[in-house]
């Protein structure tokens, strides 16, 4: 008997970008189910209403000529890009993980959306995406920025999908530096700097800073 006709690798819902190979996706479909009950609290009815895919893809950078989404908020592939959320660290390639979803009635198409600036560097090794330089007696060893915005759906009469709209966009920085780092993050807030030792370690530096996107 011959194998089975399966997919085998990974996916790219969101499409290809350079420099990047996808490394796994989650599709997941979701519908919402209203009841009815009777006098003693037990369904009698159900529907299910307002279909939504939601989609998740991880990928792993091999270039230091890449591309990130420049835009978040965007419609690519039939998916409104929520999330972009990219890792480095000393010992790895940078990952990103983009975040989406879409709907089986009313599908979007222009949506409120922002231009982010966020670039990769380097595909190995880690990048400060605060733009900070790396001190005397310094160095940043990890890092992650997510590019997000929230989204809004409302359904119709019958319970589909009827329209949506993004905002609240923002850039949210995380970096572990070794070393005690003076913390710049020019056009950020920082909102957290935490000193961190050990007695089998070295001083680090833990910095979390946020910045607003404008959408239009």
């Not at 895919?53 to 950078?61: A, G, H, L, P």
């Not at 920025?145 to 905002?167: A, F, P, R």
């Not at 000193?195 to 979390?208: A, I, L, M, Q, S």
Request: glycine share 8%.
């Amino acid at each position: 008997m011959a194998d089975k006709v399966i997919q085998f690798g990974a996916t790219s819902p969101f499409g290809n970008f350079t420099g990047w190979e996808p490394q796994g996706a989650t599709v997941e479909e979701n519908k919402s189910r209203a009841t009815a009950l009777n006098d003693k609290g037990d369904e009698i009815s159900a529907s299910l209403y307002d279909t939504k895919t939601e989609v998740s893809c991880k990928y792993i950078c091999n270039s230091d000529t890449n591309t990130i989404p420049s835009e978040i908020g965007s419609v690519l592939e039939g998916y409104v890009l929520t999330s972009i959320s990219i890792e480095t660290s000393a010992d790895a390639y940078a990952t990103m993980t983009l975040t989406g979803h879409k709907h089986s009635q009313n599908s979007h198409e222009t949506l409120r959306k922002a231009q982010h600036g966020i670039t990769l560097t380097k595909a190995f090794g880690v990048v400060d995406f605060t733009g900070d330089s790396e001190g005397t007696n310094d160095s940043p060893i990890s890092s992650s920025v997510t590019i997000s915005c929230e989204h809004v759906d409302q359904i119709d009469k019958d319970g589909n999908h009827l329209v949506g709209e993004n905002y609240g966009g923002k850039i949210e920085v995380k970096t572990t530096y070794l070393g005690d780092h003076t913390v710049t993050a020019t056009g950020f807030d920082v909102t957290v700097k935490s000193n961190v030792d050990e007695n089998t370690g070295f001083f680090k530096k833990e910095v979390t800073a946020i910045k607003k996107l404008q959408l239009s």
